[in-house]
């Protein structure tokens, strides 16, 4: 049971470099005016993958916390980082889906969603760090 969130969480990370790259091809033509191809199908529905899947993970992670360790917010600086992850992923899925259902030629709009994004992204592989250091300290006992 303990394994399953980290497996998910990294995969999910791995998922959303991808996405990343995905939208780094949007931003060069946006804001850099190079003419690219943004497959705009393909990174919405795995962006929405990656960030409904990272709430649920930290959501399972706080009940596993709760559960097998009897308290929150012990995993120190993993779970200080999720709860910064927090707000800027409801940011970037609620973001995403304004700018699916909504198509019209925007530029600030879409740099914020995609920002924020990609510090989550960033914060997500640091979790990789941490997350590391809880399973060795709290499940492996080293």
């Known amino acids: 049971m303990l394994y399953i969130h980290p497996i998910m969480q990294f995969i999910l990370t791995l998922l959303s470099i991808y996405v990343l790259y995905l939208g780094i091809?949007?931003?060069?033509s946006l804001h850099l005016?190079?003419?690219t191809a943004f497959a705009r199908k393909r990174h919405i529905l795995?962006?929405?993958i990656v960030l409904a899947g990272w709430l649920l993970g930290m959501a399972?992670?706080?009940y596993m916390t709760k559960t097998f360790w009897h308290g929150n917010f012990i995993t120190g600086d993993h779970a200080v980082l999720a709860a910064v992850m927090a707000p800027l992923m409801a940011w970037g899925l609620i973001s995403g889906l304004y700018l699916e259902f909504s198509r019209r030629k925007r530029v600030l709009f879409p740099l914020l969603h995609g920002l924020a994004n990609a510090v989550c992204v960033v914060l997500a592989l640091w979790q990789i760090w941490e997350g590391w250091q809880v399973l060795q300290a709290f499940v492996w006992g080293l």
């Open 33 to 35: 005016g190079q003419g």
């Open 25 to 28: 091809g949007r931003f060069r």
């Open 60 to 62: 399972g992670g706080v």
């Open 46 to 48: 795995l962006g929405k």
